[in-house]
């Protein structure tokens, strides 16, 4: 089934629907009804069947049709007519498909062995993952050399100067089968990356021990020996390295040379729309043509640009109406789909296997994993059940922890918040109203007696008396006092000395409460305010805990929106390269992996000067192709659907796709799409990152 891409690239290729209704049947002809059914069961199959099976089944269908009534029943030729276009299409859309999937295939190898040789742990550990099926490669080339040289397969054939006896390295730039066996780029490398890497065949001669003392011998002798070791270190390191960087490049120059085609066979599209749209057909059978150089590797740039019928007005095409040209038209059809482009496979397929361009099988790469992980978790799950009575303890005490946190620090703090705004500041908190007010009284009461028994107050004075008590004014008292401590033990013994006395000291404790009693009426006025202040660092707690966990669930702090931090980085990735593309002169096909590979941090104005609205060379606008159909995937993929979002970037990548934009407008396009898309797709922070 064709992609998302193909689908809204040829979407406007459709059959409009005033071609594509056939006209009503005229019942006076019904000779040919049965031919008819035929042609119309064919034309509904491909408007619903979108495959190279029913290309070909459609096809060789129509050529076992009769051709009796064509030419006489305009029914019939409308129905012949709109199956012939509509092959036409499915060809192109299929050839189309093909070599973008091809390209896109290419450029995700490409991809992962670029990241297998970005560090040197990555290469040490993709050394250490095939080194398998290389120790396996090296056996079979020495069963195969032994079994050449009529040798028996024994201990003492596996010795070094039986090994260079048969397997000799012709010279410097060739390794020895032996070497090829383990690294087999060897056998495709340019002589330069050959004789680098002959370079660490080499081993220091062992130092001489004549006119020389037992020290000289004995340190020449460990940097002798530390030399081997480094080279016998760092050789297989370095060819791993020449390796990735052989199959990128290689990987790499696949890429480009399916975007070309990719490029010319997409660019034909404007020229098929206009056929499809006009009443003559004679060209449907120049861009069939285009397609089979295409597929048989004949292109020529110039050829992808098919003139348009204004553009030579003098020169018509050649008719295609007659029986004889529809067929000829479909046997090219039927032939492409049965044997061009599965050949073509079959050849790209062997393309990527004869030099192992691909990466490794799955298990050649999970087998380190594989011998690891089972005993490691073998060891924690026994360590696990020989303290199953310690993780069980730990497990009550964090599970009794957690729930008295919540208990205790959310639970009912929020509890008494809710009583506290129901019910207000009704209850005290340092003291009751009730003891302040019995304690005044006590100290009224003490006072007025004093003052009917030694001062003879009348009832008159006594109310008064009473209110100052209730002011807080204790004078009499205090003149008594100052009168019985000038005679303090005649006072003690007769006096009234105890009796003031112990009035202070009531009246001590009356401004106690009333002191008291102010707290507490400040504290119930900022009640609410010290709960929520008890409660703030819970629920930060909370806070944070939860945060934390939604970042592990959803990638962090909201990175897993729009398929996460990597598909965003794809997407800039592709939005970047769009851009350099589109500012950068029209290379030709050679060029164009120097250009945009091996001098990655070149800026293109230093590489030449663009040419404003240059038209785009089909390298070029494959890869732009590659590059724009990773949007279209995101965008269909991670992006929020019937959003606007969506609607607004996938609309974006349509005018990225449209072929009839020049380089300017669609750098317009891109400049808006970083405008509109890339602060909230969070690009910016891809960039810096």
Known sequence: MPSSFIEAYT???????????????????????????????????LQNQKSR???????????????????????????RSLIVRQLVVDLYADTLQLYLAEA?????????????????????????QTAPPRFLSLLGTIHRGLQAHDLPLQLSSFSPSNLYRLFPSRDSFHPSDLVTSLFPHLRHQKPSYQLNAASFLFIPQPPSRHNSTIVRRLSSFIIFSLQQLSSFVAWPLELTRHEIHFKRKELERIRDA???????IAQLRTNLEHTLQGKSEGRLSMVVDQLNRVIA???????????????????????????????????????????????????HETDMSAQHLRRPRRLTLIWPKLLVIPPVSLYMIYAL?????????????????????????????????????????????????????????????????LAQDHLKYT??????????????????????????????????LTGTLLRTLFIQVQKAKVDIDQALSGIDKLLKSQELTFAFVGLAPALGIVYLGGSYFNSVWRGGRGRGRYGGKRRRSEAWSAMRRIERL???????????????????????????????????APVTAGLLLLSVTRLRHFGDMYLPTNSKLRSGFLEDVEDLENPTLTRTEKLKVVERMWRCWGSVLGWAELGHA
């Open 11 to 45: 979407k406007p290729l459709a059959i409009s629907p005033d071609i594509s209704t056939p006209p009503t049947p005229n019942p006076a002809v019904n000779t040919n009804s049965e031919q008819k059914q035929k042609l119309q069961s064919l034309f509904a199959t």
């Open 53 to 79: 099976e029913t290309l070909q089944h459609v096809s060789n269908a129509f050529l076992q049709i009769p051709t009796q009534g064509f030419g006489t029943d305009s029914e019939e030729t409308l129905l």
């Open 104 to 128: 896109v295939d290419a450029e995700k190898e490409a991809e992962w062995w670029a990241t297998v040789g970005r560090t040197r742990w990555n290469r040490v550990y993709y050394f250490i």
């Open 258 to 264: 399916r975007a070309e085609d990719l490029g010319t």
């Open 297 to 347: 590797g004949e292109q020529d740039s110039g050829d992808a640009y098919l003139p348009s019928p204004s553009d030579t007005p003098g020169i018509q095409p050649p008719p295609t109406s007659s029986m004889e040209d529809h067929g000829s038209l479909v046997h090219k059809i039927a032939a492409l789909s049965a044997r061009g482009l599965p050949l073509h496979i079959q050849l």
């Open 385 to 449: 059940y020989s303290a199953r009575t310690s993780v069980w303890e730990f497990m009550q005490d964090a599970k009794e922890t957690a729930s008295g946190f919540l208990r205790g620090w959310i639970v009912e703090p929020v509890k008494d918040i809710l009583k506290t705004v129901r019910a207000g500041s009704a209850q005290s908190i340092v003291i009751q109203e009730e003891a302040v007010r019995a304690d005044i009284e006590s100290l009224e009461r003490m006072v007025l007696a």
């Open 459 to 492: 009832p008159e004075q006594l109310n008064n008396l009473s209110h100052q008590i209730h002011a807080g004014d204790l004078t009499p008292v205090l003149k008594l006092y100052e009168d019985d401590i000038k005679q303090p033990l005649k006072s003690t």
């Open 582 to 616: 589109l500012s950068s002169p029209s290379p030709s096909s050679t060029s164009m992996s120097t250009q945009f590979h091996q001098l990655p941090h070149t800026p293109v104005s230093a590489i030449a000067p663009p040419i404003p609205d240059a038209p785009i």
